[in-house]
């Protein structure tokens, strides 16, 4: 299977506290992307980076990926309660047009 | 702009009937993509449409079906209904160039799909 794996499953941390998610893929990608799902609903997309970038920061987050390891982990800062939510990576494959691989997610919690 | 719009939004189904989920995508965007997602396999693409052509197919049986039409809307079908169809749908549509990969995408609510 082409799906990424994704560590930890499950992560349970306070408000204020850091999140770190981390996201495995099997074959060299175009893009990896990281989006958030609320409760059952619709992929809201976090942020974007190529294969040629090493990092990238929006608002919160922070996000890293090393394709020597074929890797990419997620940063949330400063965590708030409104953060709780399932986190997923999704990479994109040259020659495959909109087609992404979804890892299978990483649930987090933030309590207050 | 309006987002992706899905419909119907819950459907409930018996085993061996078929179903035809709509999805709308933003304006302007040509890519429609179709996911499914279920508690144990995850999130899996379904297929890919762009300007009216199927681009790219997941492994799924030839049950699921779908089609774009001339104004990017976008229509999924699954034929003769499984239990292990029940799932969240999800559409996603993207400002895709041709030959670019990987835009980000938009998704729709989900047809959640009972099958009983």
């Known amino acids: 299977s082409q799906q990424g794996e994704e560590d930890p499953q499950a992560l349970s941390i306070q408000e204020g506290e850091n999140a770190t998610m981390n996201c495995s893929y099997k074959?060299?990608?175009?893009?990896l992307q990281w989006y958030r799902q609320n409760s059952g609903r619709g992929l809201v997309h976090l942020i974007l980076?190529?294969?040629?970038?090493r990092e990238k920061h929006s608002g919160r987050l922070r996000v890293t990926l090393d394709t020597s390891k074929k890797s990419s982990s997620l940063l949330i800062t400063a965590s708030r309660a409104a953060d709780t939510a399932s986190y997923f990576c999704?990479?994109?494959?040259?020659?495959?047009?909109?087609?992404?691989?979804f890892g299978q997610g990483t649930e987090l919690s933030v309590k207050p | 702009k309006a987002g992706v719009t899905q419909t119907p939004r819950y459907l409930i189904k018996t085993r061996g009937q078929q179903v035809t989920l709509s999805c709308s995508p933003i304006?302007?965007?040509?890519?429609v993509s179709w996911y499914q997602q279920t508690p144990g396999q995850g999130l899996q693409f379904l297929f890919e449409y762009f300007s009216e052509t199927q681009r790219n197919k997941g492994n799924f049986p030839g049950r699921f079906s779908g089609r774009q039409f001339s104004n990017s809307r976008s229509e999924m079908n699954v034929s003769t209904l499984e239990l292990g169809d029940s799932a969240l749908y999800l559409c996603?549509?993207?400002?895709?160039?041709?030959?670019?990969?990987?835009?980000?995408?938009?998704f729709g609510p989900g047809t959640r799909l009972t099958v009983t």
């Open positions: 999704a990479t994109a494959y040259y020659n495959q047009g909109g087609k992404l691989i």
């Open positions: 074959t060299s990608i175009n893009n």
């Open positions: 996603a549509s993207s400002f895709l160039k041709p030959g670019l990969a990987g835009a980000e995408q938009y």
């Open positions: 980076i190529r294969s040629n970038e």
């Open positions: 304006s302007g965007h040509r890519s």
